[in-house]
């Protein structure tokens, strides 16, 4: 499956932003989606993730209750919603896709290039 993200960009913080992970494959409704992130210097980290389904999400404890992940298949697309931006939000987002449900990157098989993600304080 072929992810592509989209939506970054700079914003203020206590801002917003919508990031896309679309896929042109016909499989995508079948994969689980995460969201990670890594910013300069540090190590890649987990963000979100959603089941195939919709039906379960799960965040890191630095994002819950300011992002939402959803998706809606019939458009092969995953959003991440993020409100209440931070400077320490300031990252590379990527998505990705697994046949296994949970926050650990090395479930995930298939990855997308990522999007610049830029918060001033």
């Known amino acids: 499956v072929q992810l592509q993200a989209s939506g970054g960009g700079l914003v203020q913080a206590g801002g917003s932003l919508r990031l896309s992970c679309a896929s042109s494959?016909?499989?995508?409704?079948?994969?689980?989606i995460g969201w990670f992130r890594q910013a300069p210097g540090k190590e890649r980290e987990f963000v979100a993730a959603?089941?195939?389904?919709?039906?379960?999400?799960v965040y890191a404890a630095s994002v819950k209750g300011r992002f939402t992940i959803s998706r809606d298949n019939a458009k092969n697309t995953v959003w991440l919603q993020m409100n209440d931006l931070k400077p320490d939000d300031t990252a590379v987002y990527h998505c990705?896709?697994?046949?296994?449900?949970?926050?650990?990157?090395?479930?995930?098989?298939?990855w997308g290039q990522g999007t610049l993600v830029t918060v001033s304080s």
């Open positions: 990705a896709a697994s046949i296994t449900y949970g926050s650990e990157a090395v479930y995930y098989g298939f």
């Open positions: 494959g016909r499989s995508f409704s079948t994969y689980h």
């Open positions: 959603i089941r195939w389904s919709g039906s379960r999400t």
